[in-house]
């Protein structure tokens, strides 16, 4: 090899370096998830936005929302009585609401299981949903 070869082939040793680095980085530092659900109140529409947790935190919530035994036998892994709300609550961060007064909403009789649902259903994706990476075929 010659002396230009070799500082070539440094250079791009280095290069690659600085590029896993710098990925690694992008990796570390990536923003949470978020999502929006447009719902409509009597005409007036309201967007409520949600942020994704953690794994770890996910898991912790799951952990303190066992299921009874029922919900077992059913095959449930959390207690969808007292998770959904929990996990609205967690996530939901326009408008920001307690977990108080998430369960008060899906407790509220003017509340269709479809329309709650849609809103557990948001929470949920933000969470559990994959990374917006394109595929492309390859050989």
Avoid: Y
Avoid at 20 to 26: T, Y
Avoid at 53 to 79: C, F, W, Y
């Amino acid at each position: 090899m010659t002396t230009g070869e070799v500082k070539i082939t440094a250079a791009r040793q280095a290069q690659s370096k600085n590029d896993k680095r710098d990925l690694r980085e992008r990796l570390l530092g990536k923003s949470k998830r978020t999502k929006e659900l447009i719902i409509n109140i009597g005409g007036d529409f309201v967007t409520l936005k949600f942020q994704a947790m953690s794994s770890k935190d996910l898991d912790a919530l799951r952990a303190k929302h066992k299921p009874t035994a029922k919900q077992i036998t059913e095959g449930m892994g959390v207690n969808t009585d007292t998770f959904s709300p929990a996990l609205v609550a967690a996530t939901l961060v326009e408008p920001e609401l307690t977990e108080a007064e998430v369960k008060e909403l899906f407790a509220s009789d003017n509340w269709s299981s479809g329309e709650l649902g849609q809103i557990f259903s948001a929470a949920s994706d933000v969470c559990l949903e994959g990374m917006d990476i394109p595929f492309t075929e390859t050989d």
